[in-house]
């Protein structure tokens, strides 16, 4: 898999995918499950570099190596 996610953008999933989890540890039952799911998905792409929607959107924000 080829990077397509910037460190910026990789950063704020990372922070935002802890705070998912977080939330639903406090939440009961489907929601606190979805929540927690959706939150290890964002924190695995954050350390993955990669985001499955932006390579189907052919989108990439990680900067190009200049030789």
């Known amino acids: ?8 953008d990789r950063m ?13 540890i406090y939440v009961w ?5 979805l929540l927690i799911l959706a939150g290890l998905f964002s924190v695995y792409e954050s350390i993955a570099g990669w985001c499955v929607l932006y390579a189907l959107l052919g ?8 030789i």
């Open 1 to 8: 898999m080829k990077r397509n996610i910037g460190t910026a």
């Open 12 to 24: 704020i999933r990372l922070i935002l995918g802890l705070i998912l989890v977080a939330m639903g």
């Open 29 to 33: 039952g489907l929601p606190g499950m």
């Open 59 to 66: 989108k990439n924000t990680c900067p190009v190596e200049k």
